[in-house]
C-alpha cells in the first residue's frame, strides 16, 4: 500500500510486431509474431509521502511523460477506498476539495517526450488521525480520433462506429501529521482467525477491521498452539494479500483506511495435523502488543494435500517429519538429519524406532537416537538418524524404511508405520 519516495512505475503498452523471415517456396512463407514492448506512460511518485503539523499547507508535484505517442488526459481529485486484500482503490464520490486542491486540474495534451506537471496543495485537517491519504486520478483518453464524417461515391453519409479505450492511474499523497495523538490501534477490532489453504498448504487467516474515521499502521502476528503450555509452533507475521509477494520489511506493516476492513494471511511452515487447536491473533503498533484475540480452529490434515511432502503418518496419531530419510557417504553428502515426531494422539505413546532395508534387517552404519521414547499428548520430540564409515553394506545404494512402532500406554494393541530411507554408500 505504501511505497517509498524513489518509487516509479512504468506503465506499458504492448505491440506486435510482424516479420516475415524467408520463403520457403514461391507457394509459401514463415511468419513470426513476437510480441516487444514499449513505455506508454512514466509517473513520478506514484505515492507522494508527505509530513507535517496540523494545520501546515503542504506542496506536491507528480511528473507525467509519454514515451511513444502524444496523449489525452484529465486530471482530479478522488476519494480511496480499500479492498479486503488490501488494495486501494480510487471513489469520486468521495472526493474532499477543502482539504486537498489541485492547481492544475482539467484535461490537457501532452506531446511526446515533454513532461506535465502536476501540481497542488494539502493542507493537514486539525483532527486527531496520525496520517491520512488521499487519491489523484489520471484519465488517458488515448488517440483522439477523427470523428469527420465520410460519404460515398453518391453523396450518402456512410455510418461509423468505433471504441475509445479510457486508461485510469490512481496516484496517492500520504500525509503523516507529527505531534498527532492519533486514535489508539486499540479501536481496531478482530472480527476472526481462521485456517485457510494456500497451494495445498496449511495457512491462517484473520479479518481486521476499523470502525473509526482514522487510518493506521500496524502488524499482525499470529501463535497457533495445540495447549496453552505449547510453543512447538513459531509465531507467524502475517500480510495483506496485496503485499504477498514483496521480500522486504515492508511486507508484513499493514496500512488500513478509516471504515475499511482487511484480509491479512500467511503459510504455516510446520505441519498442521487434524485436531483443535488455538489461533491467538495480535495487533502491534509502536513495537507493542495493543490487542488480543483468541480463536478455536479444527484443522483435518486431508484439506492439505501438499503437506504429504513434509509429513509422514505412522499410526497411533503419530506423525513424523520430514517424510523421508536421505543420507550419503560420498563426499559433501548428508550424513546426518534431524526428525521431528508429534504424538497428536490423547495418551502418552511409548515409541520404538528401527532402521531396516527392504530384506527387514538392520541398514549397516545407519543409526537412529534416540531408538525408544515416551511421547506425552500433544508433545514433539527431535530425534537424529545418523550414517557412519562403513564397508558392511552389500550394495552401493540401499533402500528401506524407518520402522515406526507406537504403542498407548495401558493399552496392547500396538501400530506400526515407515518412513521411506534411502541410504548411498561409498564404493
Do not use: W
Not at 49 to 74: M, S, Y
Not at 94 to 105: G, N, R, Y
Not at 267 to 296: C, H, N
Amino acid at each position: 500500500m505504501s511505497a517509498p519516495k524513489s518509487t516509479i512505475r512504468t506503465l506499458v503498452s504492448a505491440c506486435c510486431i510482424l516479420s516475415s523471415l524467408s520463403s520457403i517456396s514461391s507457394a509459401q512463407r514463415q511468419v513470426t509474431v513476437t510480441q516487444t514492448f514499449e513505455p506508454a506512460f512514466r509517473i513520478e511518485p506514484l505515492v507522494h509521502r508527505l509530513e507535517g503539523r496540523r494545520g501546515d499547507v503542504l506542496q506536491f508535484q507528480f511528473r507525467v511523460e509519454t514515451k511513444n505517442k502524444d496523449a489525452d488526459i484529465e486530471v482530479g481529485l478522488v476519494g480511496l477506498r480499500q479492498e479486503r486484500s488490501g488494495q486501494i482503490l480510487h471513489d469520486e464520490s468521495a472526493v474532499d476539495e477543502s482539504v486537498v486542491q489541485l492547481l492544475t486540474p482539467g484535461r490537457y495534451q501532452i506531446k511526446r517526450d515533454k513532461p506535465h506537471i502536476i501540481e497542488g496543495v494539502v493542507k493537514i485537517p486539525s483532527g486527531d488521525a496520525q496520517f491520512y491519504s488521499y487519491g489523484v486520478l489520471v484519465k488517458d483518453f488515448g488517440k483522439k480520433r477523427d470523428r469527420s464524417s465520410s460519404f460515398d461515391a453518391d453523396g450518402n453519409e456512410q455510418t461509423q462506429a468505433g471504441i475509445t479505450f479510457i486508461t485510469q492511474y490512481v496516484l496517492r499523497l500520504d500525509v503523516e501529521v507529527n505531534g498527532a495523538r492519533g486514535q489508539r490501534s486499540e479501536s481496531l477490532i478482530i472480527e476472526n482467525g481462521q485456517l485457510a489453504v494456500a497451494n495445498g498448504l496449511p495457512g491462517v487467516s484473520a479479518l481486521i477491521r476499523n470502525p473509526t474515521d482514522s487510518a493506521f499502521e500496524f502488524e499482525l502476528k499470529t501463535q497457533i498452539k495445540r495447549s496453552p503450555s505449547d510453543r512447538s509452533f513459531k509465531p507467524l507475521r502475517m500480510v495483506m494479500p496485496v503485499r504477498q509477494s514483496m521480500e522486504t520489511e515492508e511486507r508484513y506493516v499493514a496500512r488500513i483506511l478509516p471504515r475499511s476492513t482487511i484480509r491479512m494471511q500467511e503459510i504455516v511452515p510446520q505441519p498442521l495435523m487434524s485436531g483443535d487447536y488455538s489461533m491467538e491473533v495480535s495487533i502491534l503498533a509502536d513495537g507493542r502488543t495493543r490487542k488480543k484475540k483468541s480463536f478455536t480452529i479444527n484443522a483435518n490434515a486431508a484439506d492439505f494435500p501438499a503437506q504429504q511432502s513434509m509429513i509422514k503418518y505412522v499410526g497411533g496419531d503419530v506423525y513424523v517429519s520430514p517424510a523421508r530419510v536421505e543420507l550419503s557417504q560420498l563426499r559433501g553428502g548428508q550424513r546426518r538429519m534431524s526428525l521431528e515426531l508429534t504424538n497428536n494422539s490423547e495418551k502418552t505413546q511409548d515409541i520404538r524406532l528401527q532402521a531396516l532395508n527392504e530384506r527387514g534387517t538392520p541398514i549397516p552404519g545407519l543409526s537412529v537416537s534416540p531408538s525408544e521414547l515416551s511421547l506425552a499428548p500433544g508433545r514433539s520430540r527431535r530425534l537424529s538418524v545418523s550414517l557412519r564409515r562403513t564397508r558392511e553394506f552389500t550394495a552401493p545404494v540401499v533402500y528401506g524404511d524407518l520402522a515406526i512402532t507406537s504403542q498407548s500406554v495401558g493399552d496392547e494393541l500396538q501400530q506400526t508405520g515407515g518412513l521411506p530411507i534411502a541410504v548411498l554408500f561409498d564404493s
